[in-house]
T-cell receptor, first 113, second 115 residues
Framework: GAGVSQSPSNKVTEKGKDVELRCDPI?????LYWYRQSLGQGLEFLIY????????KSGLPSDRFSAERTGGSVSTLTIQRTQQEDSAVYLC???????????FGPGTRLTVL | AQKVTQAQTEISVVEKEDVTLDCVYE???????LFWYKQPPSGELVFLIR??????QNEISGRYSWNFQKSTSSFNFTITASQVVDSAVYFC????????????FGTGTRLKVLA
């Protein structure tokens, strides 16, 4: 596709359930990033991938959060046992290499009831 | 510690006025990148500019201009003759390149341009 795509665009879940958020980067981009944007807040950097590896996972908020990237393309952010404070917009971005200009997807709005 | 401060939470201007959005950053690294992104009401962030720490040259792109001053650790963004379509949240961001990369965003400045 022409840009970064994310699915689903909206996700409503119940507290305690697991959710998977998907990101499809721009074709050929080697780097992929995940951010969280809470209501009225800036962007909180979660993790980035260079190829399939994530050099630094310290930005993930808790051990309930995990991310993987396979085939140097699609990435999945998984949140286990969701909590209400996980409600936010999760943004994915990709770039040709690291560091470089990041191109953002439209985000997934997660609501935990 | 690395930090980006956008002290202006919200600015309102009347169309055709000039407006400057402030960005102050903190880092001990000598090599870093600075970015500005625009987030319109539709929600998708749009890249505006990238600057590396060794390039203090100011840049102008149409009605947009950026003033990078290492002496004051600032990377300010000016919109000349603002238009209603400029209404958005603008984020300043810092990328640290030593060790593993760090990406730090400011909290954003909401710009409202009134007709």
């Amino acid at each position: 596709g022409a840009g970064v795509s994310q699915s689903p665009s909206n996700k409503v879940t119940e507290k305690g359930k697991d959710v998977e958020l998907r990101c499809d980067p721009i074709s050929g981009h080697t780097a992929l990033y995940w951010y969280r944007q809470s209501l009225g807040q800036g962007l909180e950097f979660l993790i980035y991938f260079q190829g399939n590896s994530a050099p630094d996972k310290s930005g993930l908020p808790s051990d309930r959060f995990s991310a993987e990237r396979t085939g140097g393309s699609v990435s999945t952010l998984t949140i286990q046992r969701t909590q209400q404070e996980d409600s936010a917009v999760y943004l994915c971005a990709s770039s040709l290499y690291v560091p470089d200009t990041q191109y953002f997807g439209p985000g997934t709005r997660l609501t935990v009831l | 510690a690395q930090k980006v401060t956008q002290a202006q939470t919200e600015i309102s201007v009347v169309e055709k006025e000039d407006v400057t959005l402030d960005c102050v950053y903190e880092t001990r690294d000598t090599t870093y990148y600075l970015f500005w992104y625009k987030q319109p009401p539709s929600g998708e962030l749009v890249f505006l500019i990238r600057r590396n720490s060794f390039d203090e040259q100011n840049e102008i792109s149409g009605r947009y201009s950026w003033n990078f001053q290492k002496s004051t650790s600032s990377f300010n963004f000016t919109i000349t003759a603002s238009q209603v379509v400029d209404s958005a949240v603008y984020f300043c961001a810092l990328t640290i390149t030593s060790g593993t990369y760090k990406y730090i965003f400011g909290t954003g400045t909401r710009l409202k341009v009134l007709a």
